[in-house]
């Protein structure tokens, strides 16, 4: 299976802050990636899709980037509603694989 | 609107069975790929099974945790995707969610249902 690593597992952040997630795969995955955000007791939402593309509805401060083995989530300006975990997921190799999660926080 | 409800969680003993069922609409349910995922309590998500629609063959994939004990399947005339789960473990307890192709980038894909909590216990 192909192993997804994020990083941070956990982040604390301010509001208006920059904040970048890094999610990096054990082999080469192309484009294969989609970003998703969870809130506590809610279902993920999709915010990326193919590395950098950005799903319909979701707002433009996130933004997705990378190729390959290495992919960033970037969160222009944080607003209160962006606290919450997120998720990397590789649907390249079978099976699809998550990572483990970045859960951000206030400071 | 994409809309997913699953519904058919609950509590069920070791060794039992139970059938989730997710109901579908604002898409084209007949030419969607979809796809099962879980969260156990406080856990991460994994994925566990997708069956393609019928142009594409109508085929399952599953996790290697659940190959032979879970079973996806589809009723087009309903809108409806289910997930039959049998010879369950303490270790399948979770949130299941059914999900629109997880890597599509169609404008139905990339969705997922408010999910259903199965509990395996005694």
């Known amino acids: 299976d192909i192993q997804m690593t994020q990083s941070p597992s956990s982040l604390s952040a301010s509001v208006g802050d920059r904040v970048t997630i890094t999610c990096r795969a054990s082999?080469?995955?192309?484009?294969?990636l989609g970003w998703y955000q969870q809130k506590p007791g809610k279902a993920p939402k999709r915010l990326i899709y193919?590395?950098?593309s950005l799903q319909s509805g979701v707002p433009s401060r996130f933004s997705g980037s990378g190729s390959g083995t290495e992919f960033t989530l970037t969160i222009s300006s944080l607003q209160p509603e962006d606290f919450a975990t997120y998720y990397c997921?590789?649907?390249?190799?079978?099976?699809?694989?998550f990572g483990q999660g970045t859960r951000l926080e206030i400071k | 609107e994409v809309q997913l409800v699953e519904s058919g969680g609950g509590l069920v003993m070791p060794g039992g069975s139970l059938r989730l069922s997710c109901a579908a609409s604002g898409f084209n349910f007949n030419n969607a790929w979809m796809s099962w995922v879980r969260q156990a309590p406080g856990k991460g998500l994994e994925w566990i099974g997708r069956i393609k629609n019928k142009l594409d063959g109508g085929t399952t994939d599953y996790a290697v945790p659940v190959k032979g004990r879970f079973t996806i399947s589809r009723d087009d005339s309903k809108n409806t995707l289910y997930l039959q789960m049998n010879s369950l473990k303490t270790e399948d307890t979770a949130v299941y969610y059914c999900t629109t192709a997880l890597g599509g980038k169609q404008p139905g894909d990339g969705y997922w249902g408010q999910g259903t909590l199965v509990t395996v216990s005694s």
């Open positions: 082999q080469g995955i192309r484009n294969d």
């Open positions: 997921l590789q649907h390249n190799g079978y099976p699809p694989t």
């Open positions: 193919a590395a950098s």
